[in-house]
């Protein structure tokens, strides 16, 4: 008698479920075996909250085969960079360019209508353009971030970027030894100013409230605005902004 022994599933293994990439996780937050749609990878995650679950994990997956493929099909193509084409940096359109020297943003001088991110003709030249458009995150949200924290009259706290996959921001309130901190996506240059400025306002909003209630919420808007267009466009626009890459 031969017995039929499960396949045995381990954390970060990947599934073809009708032709889509599924990946496995443990995620020892979640509650129940779940899944959620990477924007920026356009894969599904199939979440267990423990090891043992994972073969639950991917059975469902399997169940669910016509909801990830719809998922999937309605993000956007990923979006490379490459000479010629444009840009948006908070809004302001730049043409991405061939040049000698080393990478630099021109801003449109009067009467033209788009400045220029340039960078050598290398196999890194889309690297170096994203590069720029980092910098330019960077010293964006760094000043908004000071304007937003000045205006609670709170400590400037530390500010970094980075990629996360599932937040535009984060805020580590302050320690003994150490300032709060903050982290931000850097791909919040990539939409309009006005929206990531209610990010940066978000986050500084937490230095005072490390909630979401209704305190929270009014110091936001006191910063910037009503929130709800700015969350918006941000859940409108999240796959678009997740699928440029070099």
């Not at 356009?42 to 909801?67: C, G, I, M, Q, Y």
């Not at 980092?134 to 400037?156: F, G, I, V």
Request: proline share 7%.
């Amino acid at each position: 008698m031969v017995l039929f022994t499960p396949k045995r599933y381990a954390d970060g293994d990947r599934l073809s479920v009708a032709g889509c990439a599924v990946r496995l996780k443990v995620d020892g937050r979640a509650r129940r075996v779940s899944l959620r749609v990477d924007r920026a990878k356009s894969e599904v995650v199939a979440l267990a909250p423990t090891p043992r679950r994972l073969n639950e994990a991917a059975a469902f997956a399997h169940e669910k085969a016509d909801w990830i493929a719809g998922q999937l099909a309605a993000l956007p193509s990923r979006m490379t960079i490459a000479p010629g084409g444009v840009l948006r940096l908070f809004g302001a359109p730049y043409r991405l360019e061939i040049g000698p020297g080393r990478p630099r943003k021109v801003e449109a001088e009067a009467g033209e209508a788009e400045g220029r991110l340039v960078a050598p003709d290398d196999v890194a030249w889309g690297l170096r353009i994203l590069r720029l458009a980092k910098r330019d995150a960077l010293a964006t949200l760094t000043e908004r971030t000071a304007h937003h924290a000045a205006a609670l009259n709170r400590p400037m706290p530390s500010v970094a970027v980075a990629d996360p996959k599932a937040r535009w921001g984060s805020c580590r309130l302050a320690r003994p030894g150490a300032p709060a901190a903050i982290r931000y996506s850097w791909r919040l240059v990539l939409a309009p100013f006005d929206v990531a400025d209610y990010v940066c306002a978000h986050e500084c909003a937490h230095l005072i409230e490390a909630n979401h209630g209704p305190k929270f919420w009014a110091l936001c808007q006191s910063l910037a605005g009503d929130p709800a267009p700015h969350r918006a466009w941000l859940r409108a626009h999240a796959a678009e902004l997740h699928a440029i890459s070099a």
